[in-house]
């Protein structure tokens, strides 16, 4: 059977909306999922049946995380977070890892999976770790902006065969230092880890850039969505 998976919304507070880009979606149906995006709760029990449900998670890309999070205050006014994502994703992160269910973390949800298990993140990369790597890119986005290389002995790299891959790029915040219990994947040039996996899960891989843009165009994409339905069959 097709595992279901479940995808974190994503919140337009302007418009009182929740939506989803349709390349979450399509990314994993085409790599043998059901995707389905959950509704923004923190009610306790609905996060129970979800996680009985769902048979394993995106944590997608949108807002930042709240800094209380990792223990900081905001550095003035760049921070832009949603609580209410906060709330939902630290429960819900919490019952796939009791569960041992699998995890794909994109660009914010690599930085929530990191804050939340004990690391701290850039909160603005222009002001506080400035670099000649092109972490915010403009359209088109399917297209790479940057190079990552790959860590020798890691899941991503025995996936893909290579040493080095282009990533496409759009986001402000990044890790700084890296929780407990994971392990790097891949690394930008300047340093910034752009993937890691806990090693000591089912799955639980995580990527700064964005397969969701990219599947299309990519294998590299369309293998990390690959390998991540593949670990619930």
């Not at 205050?73 to 760049?78: K, L, M």
């Not at 909160?123 to 790479?144: E, F, K």
């Not at 090693?199 to 891989?205: G, I």
Request: hydrophobic content about 40%.
């Amino acid at each position: 059977m097709r595992p279901v998976i479940g995808l974190i919304p994503l919140v337009d507070e302007g418009r009182e909306s929740l939506w989803m880009l349709p390349g979450y979606m399509d990314g994993i149906r085409q790599a043998g999922g059901v995707p389905v995006m959950l509704p923004l709760t923190d009610d306790a029990e609905e996060l129970r049946r979800l996680a009985e449900v769902c048979d394993g998670f995106v944590l997608t890309g949108g807002h930042d995380v709240g800094t209380e999070l990792y223990g900081e205050e905001p550095v003035g006014d760049v921070v832009q977070p949603c609580p209410a994502r906060d709330a939902m994703e630290r429960p819900l992160l919490e019952a796939a890892l009791r569960g041992n269910k699998p995890v794909l973390g994109i660009c914010r949800g690599l930085q929530f999976i990191n804050a939340a298990l004990g690391g701290t993140l850039w909160q603005d990369l222009p002001t506080q770790c400035p670099s000649d790597v092109v972490h915010r890119q403009q359209p088109p986005y399917d297209a790479p902006s940057h190079k990552v290389r790959l860590k020798e002995g890691s899941p991503l790299r025995e996936l893909l065969g290579t040493d080095e891959i282009g990533v496409n790029s759009c986001h402000h915040q990044a890790i700084r230092e890296l929780a407990p219990g994971l392990e790097p994947m891949a690394v930008a040039p300047d340093g910034l880890i752009e993937a890691f996996c806990k090693p000591d899960h089912r799955f639980l891989w995580a990527v700064q850039w964005h397969p969701e843009f990219s599947y299309k165009v990519d294998p590299v994409s369309r293998k990390i969505f690959k390998a991540f339905v593949k670990s619930m069959c």
